[in-house]
């Protein structure tokens, strides 16, 4: 009868240790909807996405909805047309979520392009995100339009169907993944990359020396999924830089197009360069946090493709993402003699786009002769010098010109300008630790 007692207590205590250790594992999930016209089909859109999220992890616990929250968002958006998710992952930390689903209904498309959003619309436009609050990231990422079967109030049939296709949307294949949250509308969009070892320089493939070629690793890290526009530029600096003012032509000009005559120091002063700009709007203080220039190493790691498996050629591709520059790149040949908005052609097995050709990109790494050494970590390059690196090549990129010939627009071929001179062909792409 002890034995048995005991063996009772034991298997209850075996109980209760487990129940403690699953409460500690739960993910509390809020999902917020924001921008319709009713808050009461809000509310029951966000439960219905709520519970069909929770059937896919059963460590989801119940929704929360913050009527609050919502209201105050969907204020923000009212006044800038875009939700700050900094705000907003700040408030799910204070309340213990792990997550934040946020469905945002939008305007009408097609014919109702201009009319406010009203569930009576005929077309609708949704974007959905769920954020890992703690990661600082969206984990997925969805955006679709519906159109409706009837007019009028939208009927709760139709309201299931909505809710569905957010739920199926977040759940499938095709969702944008790990994108670091931005804090005001203007900041750079980023994409993860794991950290790993990789062959750095010239290549077999490529028959051209391959004795330059170097082991190195690099640490996990963020880089932009574009190059810097210039409408964000702008945005963090409220001008243009004075070569751009002076020299900038009609052909370089346009808001979704990199940023041009920007020198390395322009992007790096201390207190009034991008950088220092940037990071006092994104509120980053910590300086082992902070925006930066990519090295070197970590700018051909990830137009590389990082760790990840190459998709489009085997072997390693000549340019970022193909073995075919026109697939990936703007230069001579397709350019038009000029620079475009980003993001046009096809990305690398990251999802980053534009890191051969379009512009070329400055990097923090000082020139030398040689790669880093063989073997090594992270890499910060030789202490001094009188060039800086810039990677990826330009849309002036030619195989019959020696200044930029179209082998520069290459993941592993290397060139250099003084740090002070900013032209029509140099750009900026920016990382985050």
Not at 60 to 72: H, P
Not at 389 to 413: I, K
Request: net charge neutral; proline share 4%; aromatic share 10%.
């Amino acid at each position: 009868m002890m034995k048995t007692m005991k063996t009772m207590l034991i298997s209850l205590f075996a109980l209760l240790l487990l129940a403690v250790q699953a409460q500690a594992q739960r993910q509390p999930l809020a999902v917020l909807v924001v921008g319709v016209d009713n808050w009461m089909f809000g509310d029951v859109l966000a439960h219905i996405v709520g519970e069909e999220l929770k059937r896919g992890n059963s460590n989801l616990v119940s929704v929360t909805r913050e009527k609050f929250v919502q209201n105050k968002l969907k204020a923000l958006r009212r006044a800038t047309g875009w939700i700050n998710c900094c705000e907003l992952r700040e408030w799910a930390n204070a309340q213990g979520l792990a997550q934040v689903c946020l469905v945002e209904a939008k305007k009408g498309v097609g014919g109702n392009a201009n009319a406010p959003f009203s569930f009576a619309n005929a077309e609708q436009k949704y974007s959905a995100q769920v954020i890992d609050v703690a990661g600082n990231r969206s984990s997925c990422a969805a955006a679709f339009d519906f159109k409706r079967s009837g007019g009028g109030e939208m009927a709760p049939a139709e309201l299931t169907r909505v809710a569905w296709e957010v739920v199926g949307r977040l759940q499938s294949s095709g969702c944008q993944v790990a994108e670091r949250i931005k804090c005001f509308a203007g900041e750079p969009t980023m994409v993860f990359v794991p950290g790993g070892w990789y062959e750095m320089g010239l290549n077999d493939k490529r028959g051209m020396l391959s004795n330059k070629q170097r082991t190195v690793g690099v640490s996990d890290f963020w880089i932009g999924k574009y190059e810097v526009t210039q409408a964000e530029w702008y945005a963090v600096m409220g001008s243009y830089t004075s070569t751009f003012n002076k020299k900038a032509g009609a052909k370089h000009k346009g808001a979704d197009k990199p940023m041009v005559y920007v020198s390395y120091d322009d992007i790096t002063k201390p207190t009034t360069g991008f950088l220092a700009k940037l990071n006092e709007k994104a509120g980053i203080t910590d300086a082992a946090k902070k925006y930066r220039l990519p090295t070197e190493a970590e700018w051909e790691y990830a137009a590389s493709g990082g760790s990840v498996t190459p998709k489009f050629c085997s072997g390693g591709c000549d340019y970022s993402g193909s073995d075919s520059l026109s697939a990936v790149g703007w230069y001579k040949d397709n350019s038009g003699d000029a620079p475009h908005p980003i993001g046009q052609l096809a990305a690398n097995e990251l999802g980053i786009y534009d890191m051969s050709g379009n512009v070329s990109e400055w990097c923090s790494t000082w020139f030398s002769d040689d790669l880093p050494a063989d073997n090594s970590f992270n890499p910060p390059g030789p202490a001094t010098g009188t060039s800086r690196l810039l990677r990826g090549g330009n849309w002036l990129c030619d195989g019959d010109w020696d200044y930029y010939p179209l082998s520069h627009c290459r993941v592993d071929v290397r060139f250099a300008h003084y740090p002070d001179d900013g032209n029509y062909a140099y750009g900026i792409r920016v990382v985050l630790p």
